[in-house]
């Protein structure tokens, strides 16, 4: 059935107010980081000192929508010449945790930081942390608060707490939407602090019509902004700066 030219302006008054809704929530989340950043700057030293490293790499996990966000960011890390890879929580516990190796830093991503799933991952690398088998895995979270059973399990936490998502049912939408706007400020902070330009980026991504820009702009210079927040040398992190 056709819609109307009423049910048309409804429904577009919507999605615009939805989108002010999110963007009013990554407005007053950078607003809040630049009044209070500790947190942050504590997971940034961890993410900084593995992605820097040559042998470490970043796995980010989750389930659900969350695990999906995490598919994203690692594909857009990988892209930028970072060490990253997703890994649903799930099938970490049944077989595939051997993807995680000493010196890693595992991104685990649950909004409300109590997902069964990914506290029990998060329990298990936990345990790696023994004498009897010393491996050294960073772990970070990112939800609503490290207030919660994930976030006793993490050496660092990235908050992301929004005041409601858009719709009565509670699906995610403002909170995965600020989620993946805060990882992909990340990757684009580890751009500028390495001075990643065109050239660096058709390295990795060769193909489409994004590897046919930056070819054509390798030669251009690139301007970066100045970095304060994450400069290096970066904290030199070891297992003795673990929780």
Same mark, same amino acid.
């Given at each position: 059935?056709?819609?109307?030219?009423?049910?048309?302006?409804?429904?577009?008054?919507? $999605?615009?107010?939805?989108?002010?809704?999110?963007?009013?929530?990554?407005?007053?989340?950078?607003?809040?980081?630049?009044?209070?950043?500790?947190?942050?700057?504590?997971?940034?030293? $961890?993410?900084?000192?593995?992605?820097?490293?040559?042998?470490?790499?970043?796995? $980010?996990? @989750? /389930? @659900?929508?969350?695990?999906?966000?995490?598919?994203?960011?690692?594909?857009?890390?990988?892209? $930028?010449?970072?060490?990253?890879?997703?890994?649903?929580?799930?099938?970490?516990?049944?077989?595939?945790?051997? /993807?995680?190796?000493?010196?890693?830093?595992?991104?685990?991503?649950?909004?409300?930081?109590? !997902?069964?799933?990914?506290?029990?991952?998060?329990?298990?690398?936990?345990?790696?942390? !023994?004498?009897?088998?010393?491996?050294?895995?960073?772990?970070?979270?990112?939800?609503?608060?490290?207030?919660?059973?994930?976030?006793?399990?993490?050496?660092?936490?990235?908050?992301?707490?929004?005041?409601?998502?858009?719709?009565?049912?509670?699906?995610?939408?403002?909170?995965?939407?600020?989620?993946?706007?805060?990882?992909?400020?990340?990757?684009?902070?580890?751009?500028?602090?390495?001075?990643?330009?065109?050239?660096?980026?058709?390295?990795?991504?060769?193909?489409?019509?994004?590897?046919?820009?930056?070819?054509?702009?390798?030669?251009?210079?690139?301007?970066?902004?100045?970095?304060?927040?994450?400069?290096?040398?970066?904290?030199?992190?070891?297992?003795?700066?673990?929780?």
């Amino acid at each position: 059935m056709p819609l109307s030219t009423d049910d048309l302006d409804i429904a577009t008054t919507s $999605i615009t107010n939805s989108l002010d809704a999110v963007s009013k929530a990554i407005q007053q989340h950078a607003t809040a980081l630049r009044q209070n950043s500790s947190d942050l700057r504590r997971a940034l030293r $961890i993410l900084c000192t593995v992605t820097d490293s040559q042998t470490s790499k970043l796995v $980010i996990t @989750g /389930i @659900g929508k969350s695990f999906h966000i995490g598919k994203k960011l690692a594909a857009t890390l990988t892209s $930028i010449g970072t060490r990253a890879v997703s890994l649903h929580a799930t099938e970490a516990l049944h077989g595939d945790l051997g /993807i995680i190796g000493h010196g890693d830093c595992v991104l685990a991503l649950s909004y409300s930081g109590e !997902t069964d799933e990914v506290v029990a991952l998060a329990s298990v690398i936990h345990g790696m942390r !023994t004498q009897e088998n010393p491996m050294h895995v960073w772990m970070i979270g990112m939800g609503k608060s490290h207030a919660s059973e994930l976030g006793a399990l993490c050496d660092a936490w990235i908050a992301c707490p929004v005041d409601a998502e858009l719709s009565q049912v509670g699906a995610p939408t403002v909170s995965s939407s600020l989620m993946l706007a805060i990882g992909d400020a990340v990757a684009v902070m580890l751009m500028e602090r390495r001075r990643f330009g065109p050239r660096d980026f058709a390295r990795y991504h060769p193909g489409g019509a994004l590897g046919g820009l930056s070819r054509k702009a390798g030669d251009a210079p690139v301007v970066c902004p100045v970095r304060q927040t994450c400069s290096p040398p970066m904290l030199e992190l070891d297992g003795n700066d673990i929780r």
